[in-house]
């Protein structure tokens, strides 16, 4: 998997770019918020809670990349 919104780049293209390369050579893309939810395996395990107020929070101080 690679996490595209816990990668940093010096402008949009670079970004761009080396994701395309990546999943070009079978990465899966996916987000932080993807990967957070599935380390939990479901709405029941004991962290769920805390993990999705971490994510709305985020959610609003975070800056998209444009596509």
Do not use: N, R, Y
């Amino acid at each position: 998997h690679v996490v595209q919104d816990a990668m940093a780049s010096q402008d949009v293209l670079d970004h761009q770019v080396g994701v395309s390369k990546m999943v070009a050579s079978g990465a899966v893309p996916a987000c932080s918020e993807l990967v957070l939810f599935e380390w939990l395996e479901g709405a029941e395990h004991q962290a769920f809670k805390a993990i999705q107020d971490l994510v709305k929070s985020g959610k609003q101080a975070k800056t998209p990349i444009p596509a």
